[in-house]
């Protein structure tokens, strides 16, 4: 079981990575975050990926206030995806023609969606962002769609102002990434020890909320 649930999360991490990396290369608008992600590397020079980890062990420090601890899965999150992103952007070219970039947007939500369920599935830990939804919503008393709004919102806009991707792809990730990863969860969800089937539909369930999307991942 150990086995799989590591193959599972750094499998889901590196093809987060590069689902990201096909984002930027499709040229059509990232997910909130990675406008944000974005307009920081355009501002200050560094890598999409680097700074993709130092914003990451940033809001780790978020978490401090929040009282939440991290897992192992959150801290391999905050290092690998970033790693991974800038190994995508050295791998895969940059499209000019549209129907190259539609495709390319459209494999960027699947993988991302799969990557998404393999990492949440195998149990060890939220990523950084999304802990910090949780435990903002935990803390506050807001739901968790109203506390990913919010930060959601906050990031887009700020990446937007850095000079961030923000286009149809934007919306089009907002709009799949809830359906795609609710549908695909149950098939990676590792069951918690002790328990079996129905375990697993109750944690897709509360995933789902965290997932679904919102005003603008």
Do not use: K
């Not at 079981?1 to 599972?8: D, S, Y």
């Not at 009282?67 to 999150?77: A, D, K, S, Y």
């Not at 830990?125 to 949780?134: K, N, V």
């Not at 506390?147 to 000079?163: F, H, N, P």
């Amino acid at each position: 079981m150990m086995t799989r649930r590591l193959l599972q999360l750094f499998t889901g991490l590196a093809m987060y990575g590069l689902s990201l990396a096909l984002f930027i290369r499709a040229g059509l608008g990232l997910d909130p975050w990675d406008v944000f992600h974005q307009g920081i590397a355009g501002r200050t020079g560094l890598s999409i990926g680097l700074v993709v980890i130092i914003v990451s062990f940033l809001v780790l420090l978020l978490w401090i206030p929040l009282r939440q601890w991290p897992g192992f899965g959150t801290l391999c999150n905050a290092v690998l995806v970033g790693v991974f992103a800038d190994v995508g952007l050295a791998l895969i070219p940059v499209f000019s023609h549209l129907g190259g970039q539609i495709a390319m947007l459209g494999g960027a939500v699947v993988l991302n969606g799969i990557a998404s369920a393999c990492y949440i599935g195998a149990r060890f830990g939220p990523g950084a962002r999304d802990g910090l939804m949780t435990g903002l919503a935990r803390r506050t008393g807001w739901s968790v769609r109203m506390s990913r709004t919010l930060i959601e919102v906050v990031v887009l806009g700020t990446g937007w102002l850095l000079g961030g991707s923000v286009g149809v792809g934007t919306v089009v990730y907002a709009l799949a990434i809830g359906p795609l990863v609710q549908v695909l969860l149950p098939r990676f969800m590792v069951p918690a020890a002790g328990t079996g089937r129905g375990a697993r539909g109750d944690a897709a369930g509360r995933v789902e909320e965290a997932e679904a999307p919102v005003a603008a991942s």
